[in-house]
């Protein structure tokens, strides 16, 4: 526990005092370190401690919230009476259910925590980075790392009597490589990470990572643009599924929902998409860098299948989109911090394994792009309009990959592109994000099998 129940009682009790229907807590203490190396040279160090309360209140529709650094009796009620008195008196008072304490049952397993683990080690990884990339090629000019982790610990209580304590731990290591062949420059940048403590970075093959990275960097160097045009695309597994959640994701949200501000909206138990397609928000991956034992609201993580067989079934729905749109909750309630009140967000979001071979989507190409490694983007999360960059791309040509191209990026409107998948592969793969919303930046896995696009416009150079 983080404070004694006896405080959480007496903050709900407050915040009810002038007629809010439900009144939650969210405690947290979170330890936080990011370690960056340049040039195999550590170059910063950034570690800190996060510890506060954020109470909410609803009063039907409308949320009022609060939050206080201050963890004493004292400065919880004062917190929630301060939340309480900014809607004014009521007729009514509503009483809280007795606090009943439920342990939660973790799915996920941790090493050791992030302050146990020595420095020097940390440093080692990050250092590793630059040794794997100079020893790949002598192009390499600049080698950056990053290692992020954090550990928190959470108590959560409510007015209908809920009462919880979960911790978490996150850890992630980030690499940009730099490279300079004849005058032309090129970066580009891929991670690894996992809901669990840093031990897994002697699990993984960091080698390969950055190797990767390096190969990705020279190739782009020699590429030529990639033409401009519609043309169908394959769009590779792993992150290639950033486009899906940012683009559609979001839309499925209750807290676009709700607003009737998405393109999804009214569209329940409606085809939008080929028998091929289904699309998982799953809460319930061990170790997944997007899973929870429980959302920040407290409720139990679920998978949840928003899309099956072409078809919406579901939402992402957190307490307050239950209330407002009559959905059930599915856990899915999640905050950066106690700064943030939750909102309804993805957790470990992608399309599902299909039916098809990759080999054969490809062979199904007179003249098209294989977009093997995505970048960033941006979406109109209203309309789900996005432009989204491809790292590394190649021309498809009688059904074959052949020359690499560069500054490629897909252009499109995601409810539509979901109706133009034709083929999606066995293949599935995820890889970690961060999501920013409402609620926070806060980690998120992506993915997908390779997917066949019939056809979408591609940016890049017209001849």
Wanted: charged residues 25%.
């Amino acid at each position: 526990m983080i404070i004694q129940p006896h405080i959480l009682s007496k903050a709900i009790d407050a915040a009810l005092s002038t007629g809010a229907d439900f009144a939650d807590i969210f405690v947290e203490e979170t330890y936080s370190s990011v370690l960056t190396s340049l040039n195999a040279k550590p170059e910063n160090a950034v570690v800190g401690t996060l510890y506060g309360a954020g109470i909410r209140l609803f009063f039907g529709h409308e949320i009022v919230y609060v939050t206080t650094n201050d963890l004493s009796e004292a400065g919880m009620v004062k917190a929630a009476l301060q939340a309480a008195r900014s809607k004014g008196d009521a007729s009514k008072i509503y009483q809280p259910k007795e606090l009943l304490y439920t342990p939660v049952d973790s799915i996920h397993t941790f090493g050791d925590k992030p302050w146990e683990v020595n420095r020097e080690k940390k440093f080692h990884w990050l250092n590793s980075l630059d040794q794997y990339a100079r020893a790949r090629s002598s192009l390499v000019t600049v080698v950056e790392g990053h290692l992020n982790e954090k550990f928190q610990r959470v108590q959560i209580a409510n007015s209908s009597g809920l009462h919880k304590y979960d911790e978490r731990a996150y850890a992630r290591i980030v690499n940009s490589t730099y490279v300079e062949d004849q005058g032309n420059k090129e970066v580009t940048f891929d991670n690894v990470g996992h809901m669990g403590t840093s031990e897994l970075f002697d699990q993984v093959d960091l080698k390969k990572l950055v190797e990767n990275n390096v190969d990705r960097a020279l190739l782009l160097a020699k590429s030529e643009y990639a033409p401009a045009g519609d043309m169908p695309v394959v769009i590779d597994n792993g992150f290639g599924g950033v486009l899906f959640h940012e683009a559609c994701g979001h839309g499925l949200e209750t807290t676009s929902v709700a607003k009737g501000s998405s393109v999804f909206n009214g569209k329940l138990n409606e085809r939008i998409a080929a028998d091929c397609v289904s699309a998982i928000d799953d809460g319930t991956i061990a170790n997944g860098w997007g899973s929870l034992n429980v959302d920040d609201e407290g409720r139990e993580t679920k998978k949840t299948t928003l899309i099956d067989k072409g078809i919406v079934t579901s939402y992402i729905v957190d307490e307050m989109g239950s209330r407002q749109t009559g959905y059930e909750a599915t856990g899915s309630g999640r905050r950066q911090s106690y700064k943030f009140a939750p909102a309804s967000r993805m957790r470990n979001t992608y399309i599902a394994a299909g039916p098809h071979k990759f080999e054969e989507m490809i062979r199904d190409i007179d003249y098209g792009l294989y977009a093997k490694k995505m970048g960033g983007g941006s979406v109109n999360p209203g309309t789900g309009d996005y432009n989204f960059q491809v790292q590394e791309a190649y021309i498809v040509r009688n059904g074959k990959i052949e020359e690499s191209v560069k500054g490629a990026c897909l252009i499109g409107r995601g409810i539509d592109t979901l109706g133009k998948i034709v083929k999606v592969s066995d293949e599935l793969q995820l890889a970690p994000g961060m999501c920013g919303s409402v609620s926070g930046t806060l980690p998120a896995a992506v993915g997908q099998p390779q997917i066949l696009v019939s056809s979408l416009t591609v940016g890049g150079r017209a001849k």
